[in-house]
């Protein structure tokens, strides 16, 4: 029995490493730097600004989140391999922050990493996204988050296809979906 549930704990583990992971529970800073104002959350199809940063207070983003969504955005958690919606899709597209809705990355480089969680080499620009070290769950990564509203989306790691060599591995729930037109 002790030697069975150490098992499904090194899955457990494993998975996570993989791509996402759960991170901490520390939520990220609510605060801009500078006393920037919030910024409002455009809809679908309006026009976002990278350098207009949108801060909210934790309870303003429970309010306009999913429980899942906050868990994975603000408290960066990870969703499950293989059950978010956009680790199988293939349409033309730009995803896009599902909290801000900044976009991020381009359906032309989505690639199947075969991990369960939709996976990018590049996003639309550099700018969009922001990394930090992540030292959770024993390992050391590299966490990626949005530019503008500091939303957790996955991590990026060295092992993708060229010509970047990087795979963005990321969680559905932190992302929408815009179809090309």
Known sequence: M???????????VAALLACGGAGSAASRADAAPGGTEPAATPGPGEEVDVNEKVVKSEEEWKRELS?????????????????GRYW??????????????LPLFRSEEKYDSGTGWPSFWRPIEPSHVGTEEDRSFFTTRTEVHCARCGGHLGHVFDDGPAP????????SVSLDFRRAE
């Not at 002790?2 to 457990?12: F, Q």
């Not at 970047?164 to 969680?171: A, H, I, Q, S």
């Open 164 to 171: 970047t060599g990087l795979r963005y591995c990321l969680n």
């Open 88 to 101: 199988d899709h293939h349409e033309a597209g730009t995803y896009v922050c599902a909290a801000c809705r």
């Open 2 to 12: 002790v030697r069975l549930m150490a098992g499904v704990v090194a899955i457990g």
């Open 67 to 83: 429980s899942q969504a906050f868990q994975v955005l603000r408290k960066k958690g990870t969703e499950r391999a293989f059950t």
